[in-house]
């Protein structure tokens, strides 16, 4: 998987993401894996760490816009503040 989660410091939840190339399988599972963080009915912060990523396709983008859009709108909202470690300047644009 290109992303994992890593809950050992929860209510900190680190998604590390790898150096591999994203498939939609993988990416629908990430998606699932973040959405399903709301169902502990527990506030929680997420670092996402994306020092070893490779460029997603531009359509990854997309959807995980859209899909930040969508948990925005969760009431109650568990996910209290969120950081981006950020090492490359294509995805800082992105």
Not at 57 to 83: A, D, G, T
Request: hydrophobic content about 45%; aromatic content about 22%; glycine content about 0%.
């Amino acid at each position: 998987m290109f992303a994992n989660f890593i809950y050992y410091y929860f209510p900190l939840i680190i998604i590390k993401f790898n150096d591999c190339k994203i498939s939609d399988f993988d990416f629908n599972l990430f998606l699932k894996t973040w959405e399903s963080v709301y169902k502990l009915k527990k506030n929680f912060f997420l670092v996402f760490d994306t020092t070893n990523i490779l460029i997603p396709h531009f359509k990854y983008c997309i959807q995980m816009s859209l899909f930040i859009k969508k948990i925005r709108n969760f009431n109650p909202q568990y996910l209290q503040s969120s950081v981006i470690i950020i090492k490359n300047k294509t995805i800082n644009n992105m």
